[in-house]
């Protein structure tokens, strides 16, 4: 069984400093919801808040249908996997995973049972024995998760749990976790400050910035759609750069960007008014061709830097009147063009993939 969870007008303060600020955030059952920003910007605390190991200053924790603000940890239905695993050195594998349930005083054949059932899921089978010093980093972090799966929390907190992983292993994990959260239905609010990982496992994503929720999305939406400059260069790389309207042909407005270039937006993202906004340009929206694309509103740019990153080219690329921008482009063929630093290229852009956000 899985459970809602709901924040309602939450702040927490450590004397007078606030660690979050008036955060209200439904999250539904079953949902996998990630809290994602940069280091102390409020995520663990947030964790604490919902398992009840901190009391919140002002506002209401909600789980289903019950405030459960002033009940303490061991009376809420939540568990959680901390970052570091906090493993019992001494117990293998097997004693790790019951000792929740010995603590409970569940029988002895159910607690063998079910901690067999857990260790299945996670696919620790035959390492039973094993103390957590003789498992890898992966398997470790398996043992974890199953430890906090065999008390059937309907809510699983999960702070940073991927992050002493490699790179593979932690996109391994990755998928696998999802894969659980799914088969088991359970509310998974998970914690990273890796905007890749958010976008990859989340149904949404919370972005928090200093003990606040900027956005909260699908990932579709926060990446698309940032609601705000935090929000846009957090997610994804990102050009941002200031621009002001100059002229208009029907629904299309023409604005000059930073440095000179002029591009088009659809006039109805522009802020009702406003003389100045910031234009979000994803790197790779740009369309970079070492040829004159056959569409009009194409424009030259030099490519002042190219760094290779296997299946991509990023570039950093100059207009010859000065705006400077990053574009990341496929490498499709060995064969194909290769662009370097130094070429001048010809880019252009989709007004439709443009994004304006307030200055
Ligand atoms: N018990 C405490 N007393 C005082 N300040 C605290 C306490 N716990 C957290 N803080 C402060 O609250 C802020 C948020 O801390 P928190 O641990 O929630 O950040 P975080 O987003 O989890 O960061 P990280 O990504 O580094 O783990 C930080 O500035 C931290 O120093
Ligand atoms: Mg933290």
């Known amino acids: 069984m899985s459970a809602r969870v709901g924040l309602r007008q939450v702040t927490k303060r450590f004397g007078a400093f606030a660690a979050v600020s008036d955060v209200s955030l439904e999250i539904n059952a079953g949902e996998f919801l990630t809290l994602l920003g940069p280091s102390g910007c409020g995520k663990t605390t947030l964790l604490r808040l919902i398992a009840g190991f901190e009391q919140p200053t002002a506002g209401s924790v909600w789980l289903g249908e019950n405030d459960v603000t002033h009940l303490p940890p061991y009376r809420r239905p939540v568990n959680q996997v901390f970052q570091s695993y906090a493993l019992f050195p001494h117990l293998d594998v097997a004693g790790n995973v019951g000792f929740g349930l010995r603590m409970q005083g569940i029988a002895a ?120 400059a935090f929000a846009a260069s957090f997610v994804g790389e990102t050009n941002l750069l200031p621009g002001e309207p100059v002229g208009r042909d029907g629904t299309a407005l023409r604005v000059r960007l930073e440095g000179g270039l002029e591009i088009t937006v659809p006039a109805e993202r522009w802020p009702a008014g ?57 490498n499709e063929s060995a064969h194909g063009d290769i662009l370097h630093a130094g070429d001048t290229v010809h880019c252009n852009l989709h007004a439709d993939d443009v994004v304006v956000l307030p200055a």
């Open 109 to 228: 054949a159910e607690t063998r049972r079910r901690v067999e059932e857990a260790i299945t899921l996670v696919s620790l089978t035959g390492l039973e024995s094993r103390r957590p010093h003789q498992l890898s980093g992966g398997q470790r972090q398996r043992v974890a998760l199953a430890r906090a799966l065999v008390c059937q929390p309907q809510v699983l907190l999960l702070d940073e749990p991927l992050s002493a992983l490699d790179a593979k292993l932690r996109l391994q994990m990755q998928l696998e976790l999802k894969r659980l959260q799914r088969q088991l239905g359970l509310t998974f609010v998970f914690v990273t400050h890796d905007q890749e990982e958010a976008l990859t496992m989340s149904d949404r994503i919370a972005i928090v910035n200093q003990g606040r929720i900027e956005q909260l999305g699908t990932p579709h939406e926060v990446y698309h759609q940032p609601a705000t």
């Open 274 to 330: 406003a003389s100045r906004a910031l234009v979000l340009i994803r790197p790779e929206k740009v369309h970079v061709s070492p040829r004159p694309p056959e569409v009009p509103g194409s424009f030259e740019a030099l490519i002042e830097e190219e760094i290779f990153k296997g299946a991509t080219d990023h570039l950093v690329l100059a207009t010859r009147a000065g705006t400077r921008f990053r574009a990341v482009v496929a």
